[in-house]
């Protein structure tokens, strides 16, 4: 039974056409099922969808296509299937992890030195900081952190380097790195938060569905925003708010949420096992 509340948000997602049932069920292995053994049976999987207002054929058929697509493996036990991420979807959810479960920036990191790049035209940055940097507008321009690159390497290499602390970006860097249209994003996601965080959460099962849920719209936002892990935000900028409520409701929601895995949740074994990490050090 889903709440009412909860209904009327999932029917705006299906709207936006933002709630897909495969991508849902990506969310809910990586986050859930793979720190307690990878597997789980079709059953359970159906029964934290239901919650969602998903049906059971639109699962198999999303199971089905997810397996055929390389994302997931499926096994039968007698009249039981069970399925668990692939070697590449483990790998494809672990390389994201790094960015979906980022801790929250704290009112120390505000201060935190910045560098702006200016590259020599005959002179490209060397392959390994390519990956510290972000590139601005314009023709060999980058931003990074300053605890992350080498600076007097760098203007020996007869590149320019520009200091500043994170609240002296200038206008015009912040607003290519936060567009409107990406802030207001962070601003929906936030009040979907606050609405969820309004309801009294009816049972554990609701509890990890809600999880599940906030988990794939905090994920789909992270990873479309190519400078998530550059930890540039104030602790008021609509990222790192929306960042913060994201983080505690996650907290909120843990305790009846593994109780749904722990007592219900069926592996090819029984009982999945306990998680193989802490789970509230997420996002810590």
């Known amino acids: 039974m889903v709440s009412d509340r909860l209904q009327r948000i999932l029917t705006q997602l299906r709207e936006d056409n933002s709630l897909k049932t495969w991508s849902v069920i990506v969310t809910l292995f990586g986050d859930s099922i793979a720190p307690r053994g990878g597997a789980v049976a079709a059953s359970s999987v159906q029964e934290v969808m239901a919650a969602l207002g998903i049906g059971s054929g639109a699962v198999r058929t999303a199971l089905s296509r997810l397996c055929k697509d390389g994302w997931m493996e499926r096994t039968r036990r007698g009249r039981s299937s069970y399925y668990r991420l692939s070697a590449s979807g ?6 994201a992890a790094t ?20 590259t020599h ?6 392959s390994h900081l390519r990956a510290q940097v972000v590139p ?22 007869e590149h ?3 200091r500043l602390e994170k609240t002296s970006l200038p206008d015009w860097v912040r ?20 609405q969820l965080a309004d309801t009294d959460i009816a049972s554990p099962l609701e509890a990890l569905a809600i999880r599940t849920l906030l988990i794939h719209e905090w994920r789909r936002l992270r990873l479309r925003h190519p400078v998530a892990n550059l930890s540039v935000a104030h602790t008021q900028t ?9 983080a505690d409701f996650y907290h909120d929601l843990n305790d009846a949420a593994e109780k749904w895995l722990d007592t219900e949740a069926k592996g090819p074994n029984g009982s999945l096992p306990v998680s193989d990490i802490v789970i509230n050090s997420r996002f810590r």
Do not use: W
Request: proline letters at 8%; one cysteine or more.
């Open 136 to 157: 601005l507008p314009g023709i060999g321009l980058y931003l990074a952190q300053a605890a992350l690159v080498k600076t007097a390497s760098l203007a020996n290499g």
């Open 121 to 126: 035209p005959d002179h490209k940055l060397d």
């Open 175 to 194: 607003q290519y790195l936060m567009p409107e249209k990406m802030a207001d994003r962070y601003r929906a996601l936030t009040e979907m938060i606050d």
């Open 238 to 246: 609509p990222d790192s708010l929306c960042h913060q409520r994201v």
């Open 160 to 162: 320019l380097v520009a």
């Open 99 to 118: 960015t979906i479960y980022r801790p929250p920036a704290r009112p120390s990191d505000n201060t935190e030195e910045m560098v702006i790049i200016a």
């Open 90 to 95: 483990l790998q494809e959810f672990a390389a």
